[in-house]
């Protein structure tokens, strides 16, 4: 590890600076370094008060959204070689940030929980566990199986200038979610998570950007689902209009 | 719990030069503008052909003034730009699927080209044999 790059972090520490400021580091790099190895090594060995969350370094538990030169990455799946001399590492956009690379998520949180993720049936025939299970044909499962691959990380609502507008806005993850579990043959819950997703501030705050889609580091295509949950949001509100 | 102080991020004015993404949606939104130019032609021309045939001579020389021709092929020029950044959507938000397959991106967008493109070549033989 003979080369080192100069690296800017964008630091914010609101005990001694109101105002979030830029530190340069030099931090020595190869073929296989990350920006997340680059910032443990800054954190190691050159400055140990830099915050940042990471945990399982291999794109799974999504921790470690970071804005690489404005751009929203993962830093375990992002390597310091793709860039020139220009290395600007700062918090994930459209959050508010509470120290140095920490956003607070708590909105993004909530927006995942307004969709209902999980599997609603309230049926008199479903299924009682034990021998009892539900069945799934891999065609069922095709239909939903790329929308649940979200790892949660937030990159897409950093890249959505809609969300950077209006925070009420469901997002793209929460709505992919609520698509997941919609298009699932087990699920029953549809009409309960519709009301949310038919809302301005569900599926109709889009205006089909589609950089969540190019940032996604799982290829969840987002974009794709906050479009079918626009035509499934249309019916919605055209059969309940009908029913009167 | 009290959350810690926070720093909030204003979004600039100029997000959208950020990143050439948001520059090409800027740019397709954009299109809208001479196709409501194309728009407000259309119905000058009906409200012509009901006011008699003088509103009507008159509205065909505004439509062959060539500024007027140039605007129109700007028009056409961006809603061929509009289709072809949406065409590639379509398969995405309404994937057509078959068993447990799902029919390929590009079967679909060539489809839908394929649809413009006769559509155009009907229009120009109709409008070549009535002439
Ligand atoms: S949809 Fe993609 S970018 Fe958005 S939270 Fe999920 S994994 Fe991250
Ligand atoms: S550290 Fe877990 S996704 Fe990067």
């Given at each position: ?6 690296i800017?972090v964008q630091r914010y520490l ?9 530190q340069?580091y ?12 680059a910032l443990n090594y800054i954190k190691d060995e050159l400055d140990n008060t830099l915050s940042y969350r990471w ?11 970071v ?22 590492i ?9 120290r140095d690379l920490v ?142 | ?131």
């Open positions: 590890m003979s080369q080192t790059k100069s800017r609101p005990e001694q600076e109101p105002e979030p400021f830029w340069n030099e931090v020595p790099f190869d073929e296989s370094t990350s920006i997340l190895d945990s399982c370094r291999m794109a799974i538990c999504g921790s470690c959204g804005m690489v030169n404005g751009i929203p990455k993962l830093g375990c799946k992002t390597f310091l070689r793709e860039y020139g001399t220009r290395v600007d700062s918090a994930l956009a459209h959050f508010p940030v509470e956003v607070d998520m708590d909105i993004f949180m909530e927006h995942l929980e307004a969709v209902k993720p999980y599997i609603i049936d309230k049926s008199k025939g479903r299924p009682t566990g034990e021998s009892d299970t539900y069945r799934q044909t891999p065609a069922q499962m095709a239909r939903y199986h790329q929308f649940s691959n979200c790892i949660n990380c937030g990159l897409c609502y950093a890249a959505c200038p809609q969300f950077g507008l209006n925070n009420q806005f469901l997002g793209p993850a929460a709505i992919t979610l609520a698509q997941r579990y919609n298009l699932d043959n087990r699920d029953k819950g549809k009409r309960e998570r519709m009301a949310a997703l038919s809302e301005h501030d569900g599926v109709w705050s889009c205006t089909f950007v589609g950089f969540c889609s190019t940032v996604c580091p799982k290829h969840v295509d987002p974009a794709a689902a906050v479009n079918q949950g626009k035509i499934e949001a249309a019916k919605y509100t055209l059969i309940n209009l009908l029913n009167g | 719990m009290q959350k810690p102080a926070s720093y909030r991020p204003s979004m600039s004015r100029r997000w959208w030069l950020q990143h050439q993404h948001f520059v090409l949606y800027m740019l397709r939104e954009a299109t809208v503008v001479p196709l409501v130019f194309f728009a407000g032609c259309m119905i000058a021309g009906l409200w012509a052909l009901n006011s008699g045939a003088e509103a009507w001579v008159s509205w065909q020389a505004f439509m062959a003034n060539p500024l007027v021709i140039l605007i129109n092929l700007l028009t056409l020029a961006a809603s061929l730009f509009h289709a072809a950044t949406f065409f590639p959507l379509m398969p995405r938000v309404m994937p057509i699927r078959i068993g447990a397959k799902t029919l390929p991106v590009n079967a679909i967008v060539g489809g839908m080209w394929a649809v413009v493109a006769i559509i155009a070549i009907a229009l120009v033989a109709y409008f070549i044999w009535r002439a």
